[in-house]
């Protein structure tokens, strides 16, 4: 998949492209990320890219013409031919704004079904609105706050999207198997590598079978919590479950710390969760009550 960054600060993004997964993706050919120095694309001796906004106000605002050469000098399909393609498309420019809609798992999961992505960073009070209109497929906001500039945004999409690509994590188990992953990831009475399993009315709240690696966290809830050495920390202990072999209480412990974080760190989570009756049982005994 190729990501192409259009932003007026291109070394913004010089720290993400060459740490850890990211890095990896890139120089193992999975991924492309070219960045794109907004102001190439201005015609005047200041490089001006932006200008005073129309009816007055604060601050400055990102002027079309250079974001539409921008744009443009990518060869990608125009927007209209992208529509017409009735959402089919492989390629996508979307523009980082506090307006838009809220970039998800969900979202990220869907972006990284495309070939080609396009993301337009603003600054200053933001963007000419016709750059929106004519050149972008949808508006994205990472959350409800205000940046200083779009290239954060930008730089979170590129991160969550890319790692779910095929091949770009080791494990391909971890991206569904940890906060927000899909739901039924295996199907239910089947555990890990096809060893019998326990469906959601065994009694597991929905844990599968298997060896108890990070699985128990999936089906749209947040992870349970992680432990490693030392044993006991400025004299916390690390739980005793985790500790003693039994793969079964290990499943069945992981799955409720991560109902439990659910419930009490974002209850919202649980309305779209996929539960079992167990599940149910067990959030219902700390006050859960279901909506119907
Ligand atoms: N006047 C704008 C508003 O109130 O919605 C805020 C502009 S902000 C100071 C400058 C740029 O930062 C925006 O054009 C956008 O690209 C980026 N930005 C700010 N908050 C964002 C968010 N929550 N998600 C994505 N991009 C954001």
Not at 14 to 33: C, D, E, M, P
Not at 70 to 95: P, T
Not at 212 to 222: K, M, R, T
Not at 249 to 276: C, F, H, M, Y
Request: glycine fraction near 14%.
């Amino acid at each position: 998949m190729r990501f192409d960054l259009i932003t007026i600060f291109p070394e913004f993004f010089a720290s993400i492209l060459t740490h850890g997964v990211l890095r990896r993706a890139i120089s193992g050919g999975l991924v492309g990320v070219e960045v794109h120095d907004l102001r190439n694309f201005a015609h005047d001796r200041h490089r001006t890219v932006d200008d005073r906004p129309f009816g007055g106000g604060e601050g400055m605002v990102l002027k079309p013409e250079p974001l539409a050469e921008a744009v443009e000098s990518l060869g990608i399909a125009g927007k209209g031919e992208r529509e017409r393609a009735g959402g089919r498309g492989r390629e996508q420019v979307i523009l980082l704004s506090a307006q838009g809609a809220r970039f998800t798992q969900a979202v990220a999961r869907e972006l990284a079904g495309l070939e080609r992505l396009v993301l337009i960073s603003g600054r200053y009070e933001g963007v000419d609105e016709r750059v929106n209109e004519l050149l972008c497929d949808r508006e994205l906001s990472i959350g409800d706050y205000v940046l200083s500039g779009g290239e954060l945004a930008a730089a979170i999409v590129v991160d969550a999207t890319a790692r779910l690509l095929p091949g770009v994590l080791g494990n391909e188990a971890s991206s569904e198997f940890e906060s927000f992953g899909l739901a039924s990831p295996l199907k239910p009475k089947e555990g890990l590598n096809g060893a019998p399993g326990l469906g959601p009315k065994d009694g597991l709240h929905g844990a599968l079978g298997g060896p108890p690696s990070a699985v128990v966290g999936a089906g749209g809830l947040l992870d349970y919590p992680h432990y490693t050495r030392p044993a006991e920390f400025r004299g916390v202990a690390v739980p005793e479950v985790l500790t003693q072999g039994d793969h079964a209480a290990i499943r069945r412990w992981r799955r409720e710390r991560a109902l439990e974080k659910t419930w009490r760190n974002r209850p919202d989570l649980l309305v779209g969760a996929e539960l079992s009756e167990g599940d149910r049982g067990f959030l219902r005994g700390l006050g859960w009550k279901q909506r119907e």
